[in-house]
């Protein structure tokens, strides 16, 4: 059906990966290990378990969002024997070219990658840079300049290096900022010129609900998560003024999983509570990293907490010196906010899944779909901030049948990003919230993050890889591959 709809003329159409979840190799070019890379296989209900070793040698595993589980002598270690799925992920380091001409062929105008710190840094505080991994994503670069394709590079997703972990707990100490930075410079000024686009943390607030994915780290103490927290900061201020010094022309943003919350009555205390809830998971993040400061609301939670975060002279000048240029998010669904659980049923998601909304239809994986949502969190956030927002995350996790005939006909697949593209457009075009562009996650399938699975897929292309670890990689486009070519070629009048 047609529409009569334009995007913004200098709209970003493109797709999303995390070099994690995406890359494999993960030995390969002298990589180093990344907290994903102790992470095993869950499923469709189970989450992802962390493998560890302890000093007598035996071996044993903890959930991760468990991790008061883990052991206190326990080291972070791959068994032998088990299957990582995030070691091989999609193979894109060998398959590169070949993907890199399917997001030509449709049309992509831009690609959200990260670049893995481990593979630059393989400890993460060597001396020397690995030039291997430098080159690597030269190549990477030069085969996105052959269909001018703008890269968008996350410094950190999910790929904090394992031996900083090992050494002092990762973003807990302080010392891990000054290594953060230096990968920063290295890269930053390797790709000057070549990369424009850049996002500090993936998903930041995520280490509300543990530290482990989000930043390799192994307490679970409130107070050391909110200490690794304002490292982040830090290093996501450090990060921003670092790029402006080496490209003024560098852009820079921050990115929050933005799952908006509706209170579930018109209850005062759910209201309330709503609020609480969303300044707690989301805002007080975005705050930090958009406006330079943390707000009142904060402080006084953190001091009847009786939480005192360790700070030097000069942090509030760096944190007010490194506010962002634009505003990355990650929106797949909406929650629900109850101030009892009286009868109400829970409902799933990685994180941020509150309780069941009765109006709403649910993924597979028990997400809640709400395309509107995607229009209340454009608003929530251009009304709050005004700055430019890069919605670099959304999408449906399917599993996919191959047809007798080869095809693969996800047309679910079409409906849920029609229909949130359709409410971005709303937001655009009716409520001038500032869009920069749209990249859906997962463009060709990769690891699940929450579930290790490879069976949840999102992309565009289908990637020969099972869940056991069966399959060559072979791409296979669905049918969704034509309609987003489609999509991108009328910039979004042709839905
Ligand atoms: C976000 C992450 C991604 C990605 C996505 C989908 O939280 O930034 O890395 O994986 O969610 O989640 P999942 O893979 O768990 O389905």
Redesign the pocket.
């Known amino acids: 059906m047609k529409t009569v709809r334009k995007f913004p003329e200098h709209f970003l159409w493109g797709g999303a990966t995390?070099a994690?979840?995406f890359e494999g190799a993960y030995q390969e070019g002298g990589k180093g290990l990344s907290c994903s890379d102790v992470l095993k296989a869950g499923g469709s209900s189970s989450l992802r378990s962390l493998t560890y070793c302890m000093p007598d040698g035996t071996v044993g595993e903890t959930g991760i969002f468990a991790m008061e589980q883990f052991p206190e002598e326990a080291v972070p270690h791959v068994i032998e024997g088990c299957y990582y799925p995030n070691h091989t992920g999609s193979d894109f380091y060998h398959h590169y070219k070949e993907d890199i001409a399917l997001f030509a062929e449709m049309g992509f105008q831009c690609y959200r990658m990260s670049i893995a710190w481990s593979r630059i840094y393989p400890n993460g505080d060597d001396q020397e840079p690995n030039e291997a991994g430098l080159a690597f994503y030269d190549s990477v670069f030069t085969e996105l300049e052959k269909y001018n394709i703008q890269p968008i590079v996350t410094l950190s997703?999910?790929e904090s290096p394992l031996n900083l972990t090992k050494k002092w707990d990762s973003w807990t100490d302080r010392r891990n900022i000054h290594c953060f930075i230096k990968y920063c410079r290295t890269v930053m000024e390797r790709y000057r010129g070549r990369v424009k686009y850049w996002l500090t943390f993936?998903?930041i607030n995520?280490i509300v609900y543990g530290g482990w994915l989000e930043a390799g780290v192994i307490s679970c103490k409130k107070s050391e998560l909110e200490q690794a927290a304002y490292h982040q900061f830090l290093a996501s201020a450090m990060a921003v003024k670092l790029a402006k010094e080496i490209d003024p022309e560098n852009m820079i943003g921050c990115?929050i999983?933005y799952t908006p919350a509706y209170p579930y009555s018109c209850k005062p205390y759910d209201t309330f509570g709503c609020l609480e809830y969303m300044n707690e998971s989301f805002f007080f993040f975005s705050d930090v990293m958009v406006r330079g400061y943390y707000p009142s609301r904060k402080r006084k939670k953190l001091k009847r907490k009786g939480i005192v975060l360790q700070r030097e002279k000069g942090d509030d000048e760096i944190l007010k010196q490194g506010i962002v240029d634009y505003i990355g998010i990650?929106y797949?669904m909406s929650s629900v906010y109850s101030s009892s659980n009286d009868g109400m049923e829970a409902a799933q998601g990685?994180?941020m899944a509150g309780y069941k909304n009765p109006y709403l239809q649910t993924s597979q994986?028990g997400?809640q779909i709400d395309p509107m949502g995607l229009r209340v969190a454009l608003n929530q956030l251009y009304d709050r901030y005004q700055k430019p927002i890069f919605v670099v995350?959304n999408?449906l996790?399917s599993s996919d049948q191959i047809e007798a005939d080869g095809t693969i006909q996800d047309d679910y697949r079409i409906a849920y990003l029609k229909a949130h593209i359709e409410q971005m457009y709303e937001a655009i075009n009716s409520d001038g919230v500032d869009v920069m562009g749209y990249t859906p996650?997962?463009c060709i399938d990769?690891?699940?993050?929450?579930?290790g699975q490879m069976s949840?897929r999102?992309g565009f292309v289908y990637v020969d890889r099972n869940d056991n670890g069966t399959g060559d990689f072979q791409r296979k486009k669905k049918k969704s591959f034509q309609w987003y070519r489609q999509v991108i070629l009328s910039n979004g009048e042709i839905l």
């Open positions: 995390a994690n979840q997703h999910y993936n998903e995520s990115m999983a990650s797949y990685n994180m994986w997400w995350e999408g996790g996650w997962g990769l690891v699940s993050a929450s579930t949840k999102y």
